[in-house]
C-alpha cells in the first residue's frame, strides 16, 4: 500500500497535465478553424470594424457606395468589434435590410445623404416617405369611401401617419389606418388582406414577389446591389401580378405564365403601345412620379402625369426640351449614377411640362431623338408626332387616345 | 541501454505535458495580447526617402489618398478624400473628381461642384533627421 501511494500521485499529476495539454489543444485546434480577422476602417468614420470576416464575398453594393469609404456599419448598424456573429448581428438595423422605411432614417439618412434638404434635392427619404407607394392613400381612401367609412375621396390616412408642414397639395398630414378600429367588415377585411403592395409591406410569398422593403423595393435589383437602373421587372414585383377582388377583398394572382414580354403586364382589359411593352418603367416614368415630390398625394393620379405626349408632342406642339448649360443641372447627376447617356453641356434633352429632365432623350440635329434605356441600355430613335400622319383631334391628347390606334391588341 | 523506470517515465511525460501545455499558454497569451481590436486610426505615414521625389514633381500617393508636390518651395501635400463623405478622389485635367458622387475640385482643392462644400485638406510634412519624408493627417 505504502509503496503505491506515490505511484498514484504520479499517476495523477500525468493524467491532470495531460488533460490539460488535450484542452489547449483542442482549444488551439478550434481557434485555428475560426478565420483570421479582417479589419476595415472606412474613411467615413476611422473606427475599424470586422464585418469583412465573415462577408468579404459579398459584391460592392453600388459605386455610390464604396465599402473602402462606408464599411458596413454605417448603413447595417451592428457590432463592429464583434466576430461572434450572433453578438455582431444583434443591433443590426432592420436585420438584413436596414432601407426598410422603420429605420431608414438612421441607416440611410443625414443631411450630406438621403435626407437633406429640398433645395439641395437630399430629401429622398421624405418623398418616400410621403409617396403613395407607401402611404397607398388612394386605395385606402377608395375603399372606405365605397364601402361608408367616409364621405369624401380625399385621403386621410395612410399606412402610417405622415405629415408635410410645406405641402402643396393642401394635404398636410395622414393619420394611420388601422383596420382594427374600422367598422364596416369590408374595410377590415381590405386592411388584413389587401395592403401587401406598398413598398415597406412584407411582400407576398413566392418568387414572383420577392423584393426587399423600404428602399430596397425598388433599388435594390440583386444580392447586396442598389441601383437606379430599375428592370420593369423589379416593378413587376408589386405591379402586374394579378388583382384585388372587391367581394371578398382578397387579392387573386394571376395563373398564367407569361413567354412574351407584352404578356409580362396584367391588366385584362389593358392596351400597351409598343414602346410600353418594349421600355422599362423608369425609361418613362419620372423620379418624382415613381418616388414621391415631397408631398402628400391623395392618389396615384394625382402624382402621375407624363402621357405619351410628354415624349412625342402633339401635332401641333413639339415635346417641351432643355439645353443644359448648367454644370449642376438634375440632369447631370441623374446620368452620373446611371450613366448611360453621356451627358454633356451643350445638349438637348427633353423635359416634362413640370420641369423635370428626360435625361436619357436627346434631341439630334435632324429633329428626332435618340433614347438609351436605363436598365437595358438599349438604343432608341424616335421622332415626334408633328409633321405625320397622325390624325388625333387636338383636344384629345391623352395617352389613352394614342392607345386606339397604336396599341397592341392582346 | 538504460533502462527507464515506469516512475521516471511518468515523471518524464509529465513534465512533457507541461512543458507543451506552458507553450501554449504563451503563446495564446502573446497572440491575445497582440491582438488590438479598436486601434486609433493612422495619422502618421512613412513616405520614404525624399529623394525618390525628385524636384519638380507631383506624386499621387495611395494610402492615405493624396497629392505630394516638391517644387521649389519645398514639400506639399494635399487630401484627396472627397470632403463629401470621404471617397478616394480620381485625378483629371482640371482637378479631382469624386467617382461616387461627382463632386468636383480644382487643382488646387477649391470645390468647383457639389455635393462637396469644404475645400480639400492640406497635409503636414514632415522631413526626418535621415532624410524621409512623413505624412500627417490629423
Known amino acids: 500500500m505504502q509503496t503505491n501511494r506515490p505511484l498514484t500521485f504520479d499517476f495523477r499529476l500525468l493524467l491532470g497535465s495531460g488533460l490539460l495539454f488535450v484542452v489547449l489543444s483542442l482549444a488551439w485546434f478550434l481557434d485555428a478553424r475560426q478565420p483570421d480577422a479582417v479589419e476595415l476602417i472606412p474613411t467615413l468614420t476611422g473606427k475599424p ?77 421624405q418623398r418616400v416617405m410621403t409617396s403613395i407607394q407607401s402611404t397607398y392613400a388612394g386605395a385606402i ?49 381590405f386592411g388584413e388582406n389587401c395592403l401587401t403592395c406598398h413598398i ?10 420577392a423584393r426587399g422593403t423600404g428602399c430596397a423595393a425598388c433599388h435594390s435589383t440583386g444580392e447586396h446591389t442598389l441601383s437606379t437602373a430599375i428592370p420593369y421587372t423589379q ?18 394572382e394571376r395563373s398564367d405564365h407569361p413567354t412574351q414580354r407584352i404578356d409580362d403586364y396584367y391588366q385584362p382589359i389593358g392596351l400597351f403601345t409598343r414602346c ?40 401641333e406642339e413639339l415635346p417641351l426640351t ?53 436598365a437595358t441600355r438599349q438604343y432608341f430613335t424616335f421622332r415626334p408626332v408633328m409633321g405625320t400622319a397622325c390624325e388625333q383631334k387636338p383636344d384629345e391628347q391623352e395617352s389613352h387616345y394614342c392607345h386606339e390606334c397604336h396599341a397592341v391588341e392582346k | 541501454m538504460t533502462n527507464l523506470s515506469r516512475r521516471d517515465f511518468l515523471k518524464l511525460a509529465r513534465a512533457g505535458f507541461l512543458w507543451l501545455s506552458g507553450a501554449l499558454t504563451l503563446g495564446g ?71 461616387c458622387h461627382a463632386s468636383r475640385f480644382d487643382a488646387d482643392g477649391r470645390v468647383t461642384h457639389g455635393p462637396a462644400a469644404q475645400p480639400l485638406s492640406a497635409l503636414r510634412i514632415e522631413m526626418t533627421d535621415d532624410n524621409n519624408l512623413i505624412l500627417h493627417t490629423d
Open chain 1, 49 to 125: 470594424e470586422y464585418c469583412l470576416t465573415c462577408h468579404a464575398d459579398l459584391p460592392e453594393i453600388s459605386a455610390s457606395h464604396p465599402v473602402e469609404t462606408f464599411g458596413c456599419v454605417s448603413c447595417h448598424g451592428g457590432e463592429r468589434l464583434a466576430l461572434d456573429a450572433d453578438l455582431a448581428h444583434s443591433t443590426m438595423r432592420g436585420g438584413a435590410n436596414p432601407s426598410d422605411l422603420s429605420v431608414a432614417e438612421a441607416s440611410c439618412g443625414g443631411s450630406s445623404c438621403h435626407s437633406g434638404s429640398e433645395a439641395d434635392d437630399r430629401h429622398h427619404i
Open chain 1, 141 to 189: 381612401a377608395g375603399i372606405r369611401y365605397t364601402f361608408g367609412a367616409q364621405t369624401d375621396l380625399n385621403a386621410h390616412l395612410g399606412i402610417r401617419a405622415v405629415t408635410d408642414e410645406e405641402t402643396k397639395t393642401g394635404i398636410t398630414s395622414l393619420s394611420s389606418f388601422d383596420p382594427a378600429s374600422e367598422e364596416n367588415p369590408f374595410v377590415q377585411k
Open chain 1, 200 to 209: 415597406n409591406a412584407a411582400p407576398r410569398e413566392g418568387e414572383a414577389y
Open chain 1, 235 to 252: 416593378c413587376n414585383a408589386c405591379h402586374n401580378r394579378g388583382n384585388y377582388d372587391l367581394r371578398t377583398m382578397t387579392f387573386i
Open chain 1, 276 to 315: 410600353e411593352y418594349t421600355l422599362d418603367c423608369v425609361d418613362c416614368h419620372t423620379r418624382s412620379e415613381v418616388m414621391g415630390d415631397g408631398d402628400i398625394h391623395k392618389d396615384q393620379a394625382s402624382i402621375e402625369y407624363v402621357q405619351c405626349r410628354t415624349c412625342h408632342g402633339t401635332l
Open chain 1, 322 to 374: 432643355r439645353t443644359l448649360t448648367d454644370p449642376n443641372d438634375i440632369a447631370f447627376k441623374l446620368d452620373f449614377l446611371n450613366p448611360v447617356m453621356d451627358l454633356k453641356l451643350g445638349d438637348t434633352i427633353l423635359v416634362t411640362e413640370k420641369g423635370e429632365p428626360l435625361w436619357n432623350i436627346r434631341v439630334l440635329p435632324d429633329g428626332t431623338y435618340e433614347m438609351i434605356g436605363k
Open chain 2, 29 to 99: 497569451l502573446i497572440r491575445f495580447l497582440d491582438f488590438e481590436p479598436n486601434p486609433a486610426p493612422k495619422t502618421e505615414f512613412d513616405l520614404g526617402p525624399a529623394a525618390n521625389y525628385p524636384l519638380p514633381s507631383r506624386t499621387l500617393l495611395a494610402d492615405p489618398p493624396a497629392v505630394l508636390w516638391h517644387t521649389e518651395s519645398g514639400f506639399s501635400a494635399m487630401s484627396l478624400a472627397c470632403t463629401h463623405l470621404g471617397c478616394t478622389l480620381e485625378d483629371g485635367a482640371d482637378g479631382f473628381t469624386c467617382p
